[in-house]
């Protein structure tokens, strides 16, 4: 199972910390994703950390203001929101591949995880 969990509301400017953890299985071989939907869009790929050597990629609408990081031992995946704006607002998954194809969505996973609603307010 893979869940994703720290949304909530927030103004624009301020920042959340989402958080992505499996149970009943270890992610150490797998590539973490984020992505995110927002209401009336397409799916759009966010960011992705590898599971070889730990390569970081992003969109560029989050780049420089979102940060992914991995902690193999707790089994979990970070995502460090900062500067949100009210664009960012949707609904953040996490899911699971083989590998990243840079920061893009492949719409196909592994795993795919419960998301979690993030909303930034004006």
């Known amino acids: 199972q893979l869940q994703a969990s720290g949304g909530g509301l927030v103004q624009a400017g301020g920042s959340l910390r989402l958080s992505c953890a499996a149970s009943g299985f270890t992610f150490d071989d797998y590539a973490v994703h984020w992505v995110r939907q927002a209401p009336g869009k397409e799916r759009e790929g966010l960011s992705c950390?590898?599971?070889?050597?730990?390569?970081?990629y992003y969109a560029d609408s989050v780049k420089g203001r979102f940060t992914i990081s991995r902690d193999n031992a707790k089994n979990s995946v970070a995502l460090q929101m900062n500067s949100l704006r009210p664009e960012d607002t949707a609904v953040y998954y996490c899911a699971l591949s083989s590998y990243c194809l840079g920061y893009e969505d492949l719409y196909e996973y592994d795993y795919w995880g419960r998301g979690t609603l993030v909303t930034v307010s004006s």
């Open positions: 950390i590898s599971s070889s050597d730990g390569s970081k």
